[in-house]
């Protein structure tokens, strides 16, 4: 499961690793990106430009946004088949911006849980695959744009901590993801463990209302 992230890379870092995108004018440091909240993202609508999706899905049948909070994440292994997400999988494909992400280590008998910040090792913005829906409210109100992670089995890194990760796109791999039509299976793997670092930050990441740099301070 992965269940917060961040995004915190400078506009010229967004922009040289993906080049040809079009990003939002303001894009704040975000430290702490938690479920429900609104997250950069590239569709296969428009993948020039990318855009602000709702984390958390809801299919179409939804009754109302909860249903978004119990479905953050999707097993890649079988995301096509699940009614939740099989629709998205064969249509609407995205891929969230980010820039590192958080797990946490079991705790110890009267201890908390302790968090671990990956990322990459040059520290450079990636992505990870996703599935969007729209979800239209009561009374023909606009319709809301939301979204889930993908997972898969960890690689040897995060394994030491949880046994899944969210999957990660390498810039040059959108595109072939974004499309339903071509081959990507081979891009739902873990992501290589030697391109990836980890390090024990902050409990100030536990708290899903907190985004503030310190997110990221050494454990202590």
């Known amino acids: 499961m992965c269940g917060r992230y961040t995004l915190k890379s400078s506009e010229r870092a967004l922009q040289a690793a993906f080049p040809g995108v079009v990003f939002p004018d303001e894009l704040p440091p975000r430290f702490n990106i938690a479920p429900t909240q609104p997250v950069l993202a590239i569709t296969g609508d428009d993948p020039s430009h990318a855009t602000f999706l709702r984390w958390g899905l809801v299919p179409p049948w939804g009754k109302d946004l909860r249903v978004g909070s119990k479905l953050i994440n999707a097993r890649a292994e079988d995301a096509a088949r699940k009614p939740a997400f099989r629709a998205a999988y064969q249509r609407r494909r995205c891929a969230l911006i ?123």
């Open 98 to 220: 980010a820039d590192g992400f958080y797990e946490w280590r079991p705790a110890a008998r009267g201890k908390k849980k302790e968090p671990v910040f990956y990322a990459l090792r040059d520290g450079a913005p990636f992505a990870f695959a996703g599935l969007w829906e729209r979800w239209w409210p009561k009374h023909g109100a606009e319709p809301i744009a939301t979204c889930t992670l993908l997972t898969t089995d960890a690689n040897e890194l995060v394994r030491l901590v949880h046994d899944r990760m969210p999957v990660l796109l390498r810039p040059q791999d959108i595109a072939r993801w974004l499309d339903p039509q071509t081959d990507s299976d081979e891009l739902l793997a873990p992501f290589p463990a030697e391109e990836m670092r980890a390090r024990d930050v902050s409990n100030a990441v536990n708290d899903a209302t907190h985004e503030a740099a310190d997110c990221l301070a050494p454990a202590q």
